[in-house]
């Protein structure tokens, strides 16, 4: 009898009921190059809910039913962020059995280091909501020396390397001014970490109630989404104007607030919880070199620097909350109503 394990199953896109609750999943055997992770802790990420609610779209129509990279295959383990220990190897595995791991949770293009990611862990093949995940032996990373906990660990894949990748393309430079959108999320609150530890001055949007926390985190001034006049707050917060946008919102901020940018400045967007579709005076663009770049998930040369930010603690996640793995409904819901500050962990 092959050993079975509980997951959390996506059998369509949809609502919360589209996701089963399962104790009978089967647990693979790992083949040539593989490993099977025990997960310890899981993380939650907007592409969850998104890939969950198909509401990707594709590009001949926006508003059709898609993952990420499009149609989905059903049933779906979901969930790209995975710590745990390796407790089978296959073939050619390396010598990982016992290991604590941090799992990249992308498959690239090629193997260059700044290659595409072409699939993603929880979306192309099955992922971390489930007490076992299969994985390449190559993309489980020996973490075992790290002073993160397993939560903490569970934190960095999706969120800390989308915001690696953001600064990265962004060219990022020690004193430079960081505009940071939707600064209590989970990849807000990696960039205002990693562009502090930068060495950047952080300016973060965030509500009131979470200014304390995000401050806490690294940022030099916060703008209060809820006081109004968002772009009047940036304006003083930098008055010699801005050297980079990390946007995750999108929506209408975005044409409100490109103006700030100096000249050469660099707008990265990663997101548009705010809205996909906005409007933008192009002239504002191209009169002063301005530069709109589009960053989705990381290469493996940024997560290698991510797994040594783990090795050694450089950076410490924030843990808004944990949940067992069977109350993951829950933690959705509290994901999507956004009143945390930081990244909500599921424990199988």
């Given at each position: 009898?092959?050993?079975?394990?509980?997951?959390?199953?996506?059998?369509?896109?949809?609502?919360?009921?589209?996701?089963?609750?399962?104790?009978?999943?089967?647990?693979?055997?790992?083949?040539?190059?593989?490993?099977?992770?025990?997960?310890?802790?899981?993380?939650?990420?907007?592409?969850?809910?998104?890939?969950?609610?198909?509401?990707?779209?594709?590009?001949?129509?926006?508003?059709?039913?898609?993952?990420?990279?499009?149609?989905?295959?059903?049933?779906?383990?979901?969930?790209?962020?995975?710590?745990?220990?390796?407790?089978?190897?296959?073939?050619?595995?390396?010598?990982?059995?016992?290991?604590?791991?941090?799992?990249?949770?992308?498959?690239?293009?090629?193997?260059?280091?700044?290659?595409?990611?072409?699939?993603?862990?929880?979306?192309?093949?099955?992922?971390?909501?489930?007490?076992?995940?299969?994985?390449?032996?190559?993309?489980?990373?020996d973490v075992s020396d790290s002073p993160l906990s397993d939560d903490e660990l569970a934190c960095l894949p999706v969120a800390y390397g989308t915001a690696t990748r953001m600064l990265r393309r962004a060219g990022l430079?020690?004193?430079?001014?960081?505009?940071?959108?939707?600064?209590?999320?989970?990849?807000?609150?990696?960039?205002?970490?990693?562009?502090?530890?930068?060495?950047?001055?952080?300016?973060?949007?965030?509500?009131?109630?979470?200014?304390?926390?995000?401050?806490?985190?690294?940022?030099?001034?916060?703008?209060?989404?809820?006081?109004?006049?968002?772009?009047?707050?940036?304006?003083?917060?930098?008055?010699?104007?801005?050297?980079?946008?990390?946007?995750?919102?999108?929506?209408?901020?975005?044409?409100?607030?490109?103006?700030?940018?100096?000249?050469?400045?660099?707008?990265?967007?990663?997101?548009?919880?705010?809205?996909?579709?906005?409007?933008?005076?192009?002239?504002?663009?191209?009169?002063?070199?301005?530069?709109?770049?589009?960053?989705?998930?990381?290469?493996?040369?940024?997560?290698?620097?991510?797994?040594?930010?783990?090795?050694?603690?450089?950076v410490r996640p924030l843990v808004a909350d944990t949940y067992p793995l069977t109350r993951i409904h829950e933690a959705q819901e509290r994901f999507a109503a956004a009143h945390h500050v930081g990244k909500l962990v599921?424990?199988?």
């Amino acid at each position: 009898m092959p050993l079975r394990t509980t997951a959390a199953v996506l059998v369509r896109h949809g609502g919360p009921e589209a996701l089963e609750i399962r104790t009978d999943w089967v647990v693979p055997d790992p083949g040539p190059g593989e490993v099977l992770v025990e997960v310890r802790a899981a993380g939650v990420n907007n592409t969850d809910l998104w890939t969950r609610q198909g509401a990707y779209g594709t590009a001949a129509d926006p508003d059709a039913e898609a993952g990420w990279l499009g149609p989905l295959a059903f049933p779906r383990v979901q969930g790209g962020d995975v710590g745990g220990v390796v407790v089978a190897v296959g073939q050619d595995g390396g010598d990982l059995l016992g290991r604590r791991v941090l799992v990249d949770p992308a498959a690239y293009r090629d193997d260059g280091p700044q290659a595409s990611p072409v699939a993603y862990l929880g979306s192309e093949s099955d992922g971390g909501f489930a007490g076992y995940v299969l994985v390449a032996a190559d993309h489980a990373h020996d973490v075992s020396d790290s002073p993160l906990s397993d939560d903490e660990l569970a934190c960095l894949p999706v969120a800390y390397g989308t915001a690696t990748r953001m600064l990265r393309r962004a060219g990022l430079q020690q004193g430079e001014t960081v505009l940071v959108t939707g600064a209590s999320g989970g990849v807000g609150i990696a960039l205002v970490q990693l562009a502090a530890a930068h060495g950047a001055h952080v300016v973060a949007v965030t509500s009131s109630d979470k200014a304390d926390a995000v401050q806490g985190a690294g940022a030099r001034q916060t703008v209060l989404r809820d006081a109004g006049d968002v772009a009047g707050q940036v304006r003083r917060a930098a008055p010699r104007g801005l050297h980079v946008v990390a946007d995750v919102v999108g929506g209408p901020g975005l044409a409100a607030l490109l103006p700030l940018l100096v000249d050469d400045g660099r707008w990265v967007i990663a997101g548009a919880i705010a809205g996909p579709v906005v409007e933008l005076d192009l002239r504002r663009l191209y009169l002063h070199s301005l530069r709109m770049i589009g960053s989705s998930m990381h290469t493996s040369e940024d997560f290698a620097a991510l797994v040594e930010l783990a090795r050694t603690g450089a950076v410490r996640p924030l843990v808004a909350d944990t949940y067992p793995l069977t109350r993951i409904h829950e933690a959705q819901e509290r994901f999507a109503a956004a009143h945390h500050v930081g990244k909500l962990v599921l424990h199988p």
